[in-house]
């Protein structure tokens, strides 16, 4: 017999006035907590929304050929952002070449060998802190590593800044996604008589790839638009330069530089830069989300 038919009088009494008001303070708990965020929402929306607006309209205001012909020149001398761009897409390019085979090989090794270890668990916590430490404070310890010690701002500097960046993110997705595969997977593979490297390899990153490649292509749209770490690495550049042993050119350096100029043509280059930074970074959201969505 069971303690409640032993002892009637510890049997709930379901009381209807009780649960009437519960029911009312619930709903209205509710609404209130639906309209405040609806409302926070309709903020956050209206004030990108605006700063879009100013963008697209400013930005394709400025957008002339010259501006991806021409190298950045003197006020008044009809230049262009050709050597910001270039030096952009190499630092970019070359920082993602650097930082994603490290990333992904240290989100494999602590999505497979070093699950519930104590040396994992630190890899894990001092890439959690670069993931979310202030990108100038990156640029800085370049600074202190590679161009005080060589004499002088350069390329190489600015593209280990930015690879130093994007490094954690790889690290976070790779793990992430190798997490998600399920271990009668990898035991069946093992069970073939595959050595785990190769299971690894053919299996788990195959599996993986959407996912990975999907951290990548977030990694590279955080990495384009950063300007902190690059004014204390690669300084910029107003020639036209491809020496990555040199101060070297780049886009927000650029932008960072002429917004704040009393001359109107260099000002309107910045709206221009900044528009084509925005652009590259969505196609590159869009992107990202497509191929995270069509591996599922």
Sequence with gaps: MSASASHPALTPVKDRAIATRLGRRRRRTDRIARTLSLVATGIGLVFLASILATLFVKGFGALNLSVFTEVTRPPGSDGGLLNAIVGSLIQVALATLVGTP?????????????????????????????????????????????????????????????????????????????SLIPNTLREAVIGLGSPKWKMIVLVCWRSAISGIITGILLGIARIAGETAPLLFTSLGNNAWSTDLSQPMPSLPITIYSYAGSPFQDWIELAWAGALLITLAVLLLNIAARSLLRGGK
């Design 102 to 178: 490290i990333g992904m090989l240290v989100g494999t090794y602590l999505a497979e060998y070093a699950r519930g270890s104590r040396f994992g668990d630190v890899v894990r916590f001092v890439s959690d802190i670069l993931l979310s430490a202030p990108s100038i404070l990156i640029g800085l310890f370049v600074y202190q590593l590679l161009v005080l010690p060589f004499g002088g701002f350069s390329g190489w500097a600015g593209v280990v800044a930015l690879s130093i960046i994007i490094i954690p993110i790889v690290v976070r997705t790779t793990e992430d996604m190798l």
